[in-house]
């Protein structure tokens, strides 16, 4: 079977968003799997998902009539898969809710006592409040908000000498913390948790005293109330979503920034948890009215293959890899889903710490292993990686396909989980990326695992060095290091070089290190420069000589995305994304916000999510102004005194005195209909002294705008030459004006023009 070789598309449930451990979770998006189901497997066929982390990665191979085997070895991410698997009913959940927030706490009801803790003044009409969340800064509470339900007021204000005095009578090491200790960490020492005590009570620190006490009373209620059964899990589920956003790692109110590491920031919110909790059984809630039915799956993998009657359509549980054999038959998969552990030793501290408070610490104990890793290490990631995809080769069929999609990764997960599989014997078919998303496609025995002819490690090297270069060369602009990086392990994989490497042995022997060095080095060759960027942005390289190159990948794009526009009726975002990616594949995967930026720039959404091209942006009707906006500026030329006509590459140019013999050009203008960007830069020097001007449709001033943002090397050499955007509809206006001067050409000038600028005075010099 062909490899898909374009990207393909499709929304993260993880790393953002409502959903529980969103920041913590990357499965693989389902109009990814729909693809790769519809490509490689029939009705019928068992699909393995060895790291399932969202329901929806279950729900999709259903939903296509295959069979389900989702495991994980992480109890926390399959408390999450299974919870919402099998909602409870909405009606039991805002039951359970409702009891747990009238029983008793201190003789009161326990959403009182919760919400006593962050009790406040409203600061416009002074009168007792509760905060939604406190803002920290050195330790802490600076700010606070609060929505008032006397006076209605709602917004942040800094905090009060009382607000710090309540927070005052909360122990730092008080009752509730060593509560929470204890269960995560029991002494004496479980075998095998030896020393792990220590590690876990720093972990702790990334709550406040107060929220610590708070999600203390909701973890003793849940568990004395509401023991086993559905509703205990999906209680525990609310209550994971609250260890999650409580912590001092959660992102700030209105920022999507996500927090890396295990240091409680100097900076951070601290939610009241009640609220928390509340808005958690909200988000469940709308999951158990979207009425999903539920799905018969097994208990276990044993009852699963027993089974005589069909009666499971497939298995989510709990379960290592290396175990799959004893369970299933060699060679009998079409297709392995994988969203790989993430190489991030945070994520797994905190896994282990959620796992043992919520469950034990004998449910985490799989995760002890990654827990004792404070620095996480690509070599050991490799060689665990590496395990796990001989397994699953072997239970490939012969035309079999693994699927490894991540995202919003270190590029040592690329490099690492390459090297994995090349080690097990896998070989890449495909490897394609659009910016920190990647998929890669690897088959076990259909294509070679060798390289072909006498390979060394200069011919590797060599590689390395000509893969940057081609990558560079075959997108015709600067390309982000990102994409280099990605390039080379490309070529390395797919000409089976990092196969080779991998079977060398003796101390000469490339490693997954040494391959890494090299890339490293190769930024030094000759052909590569790197032009001067803003201080921390991203890392950009391009040629030393750039000659013979096509057109750059971003023109291409937005024409490739004008087609699809064109030859499809209407569409919805993710297929008009699909169709481009298709016309782009390999190397010249683009990114997503440039096939974003295209559709807004010559689309209409006609309803949410669905869209056509513009009715302005038909060929003919383009073409037609194009000619019209090149008659007018010829006239405005004339009217302005000058001398106007076609010169030399600019489709209109204003010319005035006579200087030695020739006409002194004052003026030059290039018409496109397209954010042409790159077409004004051979033009710079074409009429020295003139002001140049780039004129397009005002639709396509966001995409330019897009396009030299993610290319300061054209920005730089179109502010060089000293050229200025002016929009279509601005030269439409000039010409209806039955006085024109200079001054007022000077206003309709850029993309931001000061024509669309309120109570600005336009310049004269």
Same mark, same amino acid.
């Given at each position: 079977?062909?490899?898909?070789?374009?990207?393909?598309?499709?929304?993260?449930?993880?790393?953002?968003?409502?959903?529980?451990?969103?920041?913590?979770?990357?499965?693989?998006?389902?109009?990814?799997?729909?693809?790769?189901?519809?490509?490689?497997?029939?009705?019928?066929?068992?699909?393995?998902?060895?790291?399932?982390?969202?329901?929806?990665?279950?729900?999709?191979?259903?939903?296509?009539?295959?069979?389900?085997?989702?495991?994980?070895?992480?109890?926390?991410?399959?408390?999450?898969?299974?919870?919402?698997?099998?909602?409870?009913?909405?009606?039991?959940?805002?039951?359970?809710?409702?009891?747990?927030?009238?029983?008793?706490?201190?003789?009161?009801?326990?959403?009182?006592?919760?919400?006593?803790?962050?009790?406040?003044?409203?600061?416009?009409?002074?009168?007792?409040?509760?905060?939604?969340?406190?803002?920290?800064?050195?330790?802490?509470?600076?700010?606070?908000?609060?929505?008032?339900?006397?006076?209605?007021?709602?917004?942040?204000?800094?905090?009060?000498?009382?607000?710090?005095?309540?927070?005052?009578?909360?122990?730092?090491?008080?009752?509730?913390?060593?509560?929470?200790?204890?269960?995560?960490?029991?002494?004496?020492?479980?075998?095998?948790?030896?020393?792990?005590?220590?590690?876990?009570?720093?972990?702790?620190?990334?709550?406040?005293?107060?929220?610590?006490?708070?999600?203390?009373?909701?973890?003793?209620?849940?568990?004395?109330?509401?023991?086993?059964?559905?509703?205990?899990?999906?209680?525990?589920?609310?209550?994971?979503?609250?260890?999650?956003?409580?912590?001092?790692?959660?992102?700030?109110?209105?920022?999507?920034?996500?927090?890396?590491?295990?240091?409680?920031?100097?900076?951070?919110?601290?939610?009241?948890?009640?609220?928390?909790?509340?808005?958690?059984?909200?988000?469940?809630?709308?999951?158990?009215?979207?009425?999903?039915?539920?799905?018969?799956?097994?208990?276990?993998?044993?009852?699963?293959?027993?089974?005589?009657?069909?009666?499971?359509?497939?298995?989510?549980?709990?379960?290592?890899?290396?175990?799959?054999?004893?369970?299933?038959?060699?060679?009998?998969?079409?297709?392995?889903?994988?969203?790989?552990?993430?190489?991030?030793?945070?994520?797994?501290?905190?896994?282990?710490?959620?796992?043992?408070?919520?469950?034990?610490?004998?449910?985490?104990?799989?995760?002890?292993?990654?827990?004792?890793?404070?620095?996480?290490?690509?070599?050991?990631?490799?060689?665990?990686?590496?395990?796990?995809?001989?397994?699953?080769?072997?239970?490939?069929?012969?035309?079999?396909?693994?699927?490894?999609?991540?995202?919003?990764?270190? @590029? &040592?997960? =690329?490099?690492?989980?390459?090297? /994995? %599989? $090349?080690? *097990?014997? #896998? +070989?890449?078919?495909? !490897?394609?990326?659009?910016?920190?998303?990647?998929?890669?496609?690897?088959?076990?025995?259909?294509?070679?695992?060798?390289?072909?002819?006498?390979?060394?490690?200069?011919?590797?090297?060599?590689?390395?060095?000509?893969?940057?270069?081609?990558?560079?060369?075959?997108?015709?602009?600067?390309?982000?290091?990102?994409?280099?990086?990605?390039?080379?392990?490309?070529?390395?994989?797919?000409?089976?070089?990092?196969?080779?490497?991998?079977?060398?042995?003796?101390?000469?022997?490339?490693?997954?290190?040494?391959?890494?060095?090299?890339?490293?080095?190769?930024?030094?060759?000759?052909?590569?420069?790197?032009?001067?960027?803003?201080?921390?942005?991203?890392?950009?390289?391009?040629?030393?000589?750039?000659?013979?190159? @096509? &057109?750059? =990948?971003?023109?291409?794009?937005? /024409? %490739? $995305?004008? *087609?699809? #526009? +064109?030859?499809?009726? !209407?569409?919805?975002?993710?297929?008009?994304?699909?169709?481009?990616?298709?016309?782009?594949?390999?190397?010249?995967?683009?990114?997503?916000?440039?096939?974003?930026?295209?559709?807004?720039?010559?689309?209409?959404?006609?309803?949410?999510?669905?869209?056509?091209?513009?009715?302005?942006?038909?060929?003919?009707?383009?073409?037609?102004?194009?000619?019209?906006?090149?008659?007018?500026?010829?006239?405005?030329?004339?009217?302005?005194?000058?001398?106007?006509?076609?010169?030399?590459?600019?489709?209109?140019?204003?010319?005035?005195?006579?200087?030695?013999?020739?006409?002194?050009?004052?003026?030059?203008?290039?018409?496109?209909?397209?954010?042409?960007?790159?077409?004004?830069?051979?033009?710079?020097?074409?009429?020295?002294? &003139?002001? =140049?001007?780039?004129?397009?449709?005002?639709?396509?001033?966001?995409?330019?705008?897009?396009?030299?943002?993610?290319?300061?090397?054209?920005?730089?050499?179109?502010?060089?030459?000293?050229?200025?955007?002016?929009?279509?509809?601005?030269?439409?206006?000039?010409?209806?004006?039955?006085?024109?001067?200079?001054?007022?050409?000077?206003?309709?000038?850029?993309?931001?023009?000061?024509?669309?600028?309120?109570?600005?005075?336009?310049?004269?010099?």
């Amino acid at each position: 079977m062909t490899p898909i070789e374009h990207f393909v598309p499709g929304s993260w449930a993880g790393g953002q968003g409502e959903e529980v451990l969103a920041r913590l979770r990357w499965p693989v998006p389902p109009g990814v799997i729909r693809a790769y189901l519809e490509a490689y497997t029939r009705p019928g066929d068992s699909v393995l998902v060895p790291f399932c982390q969202d329901a929806a990665e279950v729900r999709e191979v259903l939903h296509l009539e295959r069979h389900a085997l989702a495991l994980h070895y992480d109890p926390v991410l399959l408390l999450v898969v299974q919870a919402a698997l099998e909602p409870v009913p909405v009606r039991d959940l805002d039951a359970a809710v409702a009891r747990l927030g009238d029983s008793r706490k201190q003789g009161i009801p326990l959403r009182q006592h919760m919400e006593t803790l962050y009790a406040t003044t409203c600061p416009a009409c002074l009168r007792p409040a509760v905060a939604d969340y406190f803002i920290w800064e050195q330790g802490k509470p600076v700010a606070k908000q609060v929505h008032c339900p006397d006076c209605d007021y709602e917004g942040q204000a800094g905090v009060e000498p009382a607000d710090l005095e309540r927070l005052a009578d909360i122990p730092t090491r008080g009752m509730h913390f060593y509560y929470i200790l204890d269960r995560v960490a029991p002494q004496p020492a479980q075998p095998g948790s030896e020393g792990l005590r220590p590690r876990l009570e720093s972990l702790l620190d990334l709550y406040t005293p107060r929220n610590l006490d708070a999600l203390a009373d909701l973890t003793l209620k849940i568990e004395t109330m509401f023991a086993g059964g559905l509703l205990h899990r999906a209680l525990l589920t609310l209550l994971l979503d609250c260890l999650d956003r409580c912590s001092a790692l959660a992102p700030l109110p209105g920022s999507s920034v996500r927090r890396r590491g295990l240091t409680r920031p100097g900076r951070f919110v601290e939610w009241n948890v009640w609220r928390v909790f509340e808005e958690a059984a909200g988000r469940f809630r709308s999951l158990a009215a979207a009425g999903l039915p539920a799905v018969a799956l097994a208990d276990s993998l044993e009852r699963y293959q027993a089974q005589e009657d069909n009666a499971w359509v497939g298995f989510a549980g709990q379960g290592l890899v290396r175990d799959l054999p004893r369970h299933l038959a060699a060679h009998t998969l079409p297709l392995v889903l994988v969203s790989p552990p993430p190489l991030d030793s945070a994520a797994w501290s905190l896994s282990y710490l959620w796992g043992a408070w919520l469950l034990s610490p004998e449910a985490v104990a799989p995760l002890r292993p990654l827990l004792r890793q404070r620095t996480p290490d690509p070599v050991w990631y490799a060689r665990v990686m590496s395990g796990s995809f001989r397994t699953m080769a072997d239970l490939l069929t012969a035309d079999g396909r693994i699927l490894v999609t991540f995202a919003d990764q270190r @590029p &040592a997960v =690329l490099e690492a989980l390459l090297w /994995a %599989a $090349a080690r *097990a014997g #896998l +070989q890449a078919a495909c !490897v394609v990326q659009s910016g920190d998303d990647y998929r890669l496609e690897m088959v076990a025995a259909s294509l070679p695992a060798s390289a072909p002819g006498t390979v060394d490690n200069m011919r590797v090297q060599q590689a390395i060095a000509e893969s940057l270069v081609e990558t560079i060369r075959t997108r015709g602009e600067t390309c982000p290091w990102r994409t280099l990086h990605a390039g080379v392990y490309r070529r390395l994989a797919e000409r089976g070089l990092l196969g080779w490497a991998a079977r060398q042995e003796g101390e000469a022997a490339p490693d997954l290190e040494t391959i890494a060095e090299w890339v490293k080095a190769a930024r030094d060759d000759p052909r590569l420069v790197r032009p001067a960027d803003e201080e921390g942005g991203e890392e950009l390289w391009w040629l030393a000589q750039p000659t013979d190159l @096509p &057109a750059p =990948l971003s023109d291409r794009v937005e /024409a %490739a $995305a004008y *087609a699809v #526009l +064109q030859e499809t009726p !209407v569409l919805d975002e993710v297929t008009f994304a699909e169709q481009v990616y298709a016309r782009c594949p390999g190397l010249l995967t683009p990114d997503a916000g440039l096939i974003d930026a295209c559709l807004r720039a010559y689309g209409h959404e006609l309803e949410t999510g669905r869209w056509q091209l513009r009715a302005e942006d038909q060929p003919q009707t383009r073409e037609a102004e194009q000619r019209r906006m090149i008659a007018g500026l010829l006239d405005l030329g004339q009217r302005l005194g000058y001398q106007a006509k076609a010169l030399d590459g600019f489709d209109a140019a204003w010319l005035d005195g006579t200087i030695s013999g020739g006409n002194r050009v004052r003026a030059a203008f290039v018409v496109r209909w397209q954010a042409a960007v790159s077409e004004a830069l051979a033009l710079g020097d074409k009429a020295p002294g &003139a002001r =140049l001007y780039l004129v397009i449709p005002g639709g396509r001033a966001e995409l330019a705008s897009y396009k030299l943002a993610h290319n300061p090397l054209w920005q730089a050499t179109l502010d060089e030459a000293g050229w200025r955007f002016i929009k279509y509809r601005h030269v439409r206006q000039l010409m209806a004006q039955q006085e024109v001067d200079e001054y007022a050409l000077r206003a309709i000038v850029g993309l931001d023009p000061i024509v669309e600028r309120e109570a600005v005075q336009i310049p004269l010099f």
